[in-house]
């Protein structure tokens, strides 16, 4: 009634084992005011739910970046929500091993790397279409949506924020890597090249507009 987003602030395990359908995702423990900041307008109406016992520090960092339109908390949390009945929702997930599997039989299979541009550029895997969760909004029409997207960022934080807002939206025919590109790159059987330095890669463009 009061257009609410429901925030779910607890960690990725918890939220893709279940949440409330519709929530996004950013949890308490990572990044938090950053993409708190990057994605939700500061007049957006909140409902929230925390892990027990970390409502209030939610709340207050909250209030600290500008964001006071809080109308409350899930009172018990998911347990109270699950305990209720109530319709919840999941983010299916798979090991770097399983999405090694799945690309040997499917060599165009649709991975989507939602590390920031720097990061892919410096390494990364062939197959894979490089979308940044900073990026989703403004380049959301360009989704790869014709078939199961396999999204992964560096560790597993940004991809769960990613997965949840694109769920929120009604895309739910993806899966999330576990571990991210750091389970990956030491997985085997999975390609990536060779590792760049961003600063070496910065002095080869500027470089190259030298010259250009």
Same mark, same amino acid.
């Given at each position: 009634e009061m257009d609410a987003l429901v925030l779910d602030t607890r960690t990725a395990d918890a939220f893709a084992a279940a949440h409330i +359908?519709?929530? !996004? %995702? !950013? =949890? !308490?423990? =990572?990044? %938090? @005011? +950053?993409?708190?900041? @990057? &994605? !939700? +307008?500061?007049?957006?109406? &909140?409902?929230?739910?925390? @892990?027990?016992?970390r409502e209030n520090e939610v709340i207050t960092r909250l209030s600290r970046v500008g964001y006071d339109r809080v109308l409350g908390f899930l009172e018990g949390g998911m347990d109270a929500w699950t305990a209720a009945s109530l319709e919840t929702d999941r983010v299916h997930r798979i090991t770097a091993a399983e999405l090694s599997d799945r690309l040997h039989q499917n060599p165009a299979l649709n991975i989507v790397d939602a590390r920031k541009e720097g990061e892919w550029t410096a390494q990364n895997l062939a197959q894979a279409k490089n979308i940044a969760l900073d990026d989703l909004n403004a380049r959301f029409t360009e989704l790869p949506t014709q078939s199961t997207m396999h999204i992964h960022c560096a560790g597993g934080y940004r991809s769960m924020i990613f997965a949840s807002i694109l769920k929120s939206r009604g895309i739910h025919d993806l899966v999330d890597v576990i571990g991210g590109f750091g389970a990956i790159k030491d997985t085997p059987g999975l390609e990536t090249g060779a590792y760049v330095c961003p600063s070496t890669l910065k002095r080869g463009t500027a470089a190259a507009e030298g010259r250009g």
């Open positions: +359908p519709g929530s !996004i %995702f !950013i =949890g !308490i423990d =990572g990044q %938090f @005011a +950053p993409w708190v900041g @990057a &994605l !939700i +307008p500061t007049d957006q109406t &909140l409902m929230l739910v925390c @892990a027990s016992g």
